[in-house]
Every structure is written in structure tokens, then in C-alpha cells.
């Protein structure tokens, strides 16, 4: 079964909205949690990597204010997309990874900014 | 030059047939290597990791040659269920991992 849920799967809304993604480990503790975007038919890139109670740390290029991410706790990390556009629209993956434990995505979140 | 190489391809071959994926690295420091599989529209799954000695996994055989820094995938007997993306992934360290831009097959009946 599922070892990181991520919620929602899909989400449709208009341009300039603020969109909170949820990335949770089921199992394990996630001591860290990344967080990618993937533009159709090119690789995942990661945006950031966030540990829990620490800020995260974005890769180049990525605003940090514009993409929030809070690992608030071992569970849970969450991503907000704040007044997204059009231009932002994309399928954003967590994966999480703790202990023993390799790294295990999340189903993934398909972001669409009309 | 990128991080991790990838042929985009994409591969066509038939059922039954042998395919081998390479993929380059240019980080020697890199630590840990995995071949990702990503069906259409859906997150990758781990499909094996890559070790020094090579390790098989029924129909997948992947190998790594640290000192030409690239990685392999090679599955032979292709069935129409093998066909996807597959990710070359690429561990630096402390987790930071890099990914292919994927190489898709297609297997035909």
C-alpha cells in the first residue's frame, strides 16, 4: 500500500488563487520530505528540500515566496502555490524519506491554472 | 552539461525483444544510483537500485561503471507492460537527488 499520500490529485482553479498541496507519510517518520515539479514530457526537478522544523532549503531559480512549504511536524509537509498562474500549472510530486526507509512518492498532484 | 544524461528516445521494439538504457552522471562524488519507472501521468516507482557488482532482478539487469561514471538498464524478454519512462536517478548526498529526463519505451505487439 501507499507509503506517502499526497492530496489533492487533481486540482482546477482560477488564476491568482492560493493552492495548498499535502504531502503525509503513512508509515514512517519523514525526516525529510522533497518536493519536485514535472512540465509534461520533461524530468522531475526538484524544488525544494524541507526537513522537519527547519526551513526548507529551494533550489535555484525557485521562488521561495512564491512556493511555501511548512514540515511542520514528521508527518506532514505541505506546499502552497501562492496566487498561482497559468504558467504554473504542472504535475508537483512529494517524496519523503526517513530512517530506514528509501524514498517514497507521493501519487502526485496535477495543478491546472485556468 | 547536465547532471544526469539521459536518450530521450523514444525505443520501439517488439515483444520478446532485449533493450538496454544508459545513463551518464557527471558528479564522481555521486554516492547512490536507482532506475525510476514512470507510467504516463503517474509518480515514479522504484524499479532497483544500481550497485558496483551489477545486480539482476528477474528480467532487469542494471550496472553501474564508476570510473566512466554511467549507469545501465537492460531488460530482456520486453513485454507490453514494460512500457513506460524510465528515470536514471542519481543520489549526491545528504539525499539530494538528480534525475534523468527519462528514456521512454515502447513495447509493441
Known amino acids: 500500500g501507499a507509503v506517502v499520500s499526497q492530496h489533492p490529485s487533481w486540482v482546477i482553479c482560477k488564476s491568482g488563487t492560493s493552492v495548498k498541496i499535502e504531502c503525509r507519510s503513512l508509515?514512517?517518520?519523514?525526516?525529510?520530505m522533497f518536493w519536485y515539479r514535472q512540465f509534461p514530457k520533461q524530468s522531475l526537478m526538484l524544488m525544494a528540500t524541507?526537513?522537519?522544523?527547519?526551513?526548507?532549503?529551494?533550489e535555484q531559480g525557485v521562488e521561495k515566496d512564491k512556493f511555501l512549504i511548512n514540515h511542520a511536524s514528521l508527518t506532514l509537509s505541505t506546499l502552497t502555490v501562492t496566487s498561482a498562474h497559468p504558467e504554473d500549472s504542472s504535475f508537483y510530486i512529494c517524496?519523503?524519506?526517513?530512517?530506514?526507509?528509501?524514498?517514497?512518492f507521493g501519487d502526485g498532484t496535477r495543478l491546472s491554472i485556468l | 552539461r547536465k547532471e544526469v544524461e539521459q536518450d530521450p528516445g523514444p525505443f520501439n521494439v517488439p515483444e520478446g525483444a532485449t533493450v538496454a538504457f544508459n545513463c551518464t552522471y557527471s558528479n564522481s562524488a555521486s554516492q547512490s544510483f536507482f532506475w525510476y519507472r514512470q507510467d504516463c501521468r503517474k509518480e515514479p516507482k522504484l524499479l532497483m537500485s544500481?550497485?558496483?557488482s551489477g545486480n539482476e532482478d528477474g528480467r532487469f539487469t542494471a550496472q553501474l561503471n564508476r570510473a566512466s561514471q554511467y549507469i545501465s538498464l537492460l531488460i530482456r524478454d520486453s513485454k507490453l507492460s514494460d512500457s513506460a519512462t524510465y528515470l536514471c536517478?542519481?543520489?549526491?548526498?545528504?539525499?539530494?537527488?538528480?534525475f534523468g529526463a527519462g528514456t521512454r519505451l515502447t513495447v509493441k505487439p
Open positions: 536517478v542519481v543520489i549526491l548526498n545528504n539525499n539530494d537527488m538528480r
Open positions: 508509515d514512517f517518520q519523514a525526516t525529510t
Open positions: 544500481v550497485y558496483s
Open positions: 524541507s526537513n522537519e522544523g527547519s526551513k526548507a532549503t529551494y
Open positions: 517524496s519523503a524519506v526517513g530512517g530506514f526507509e528509501p524514498q517514497h
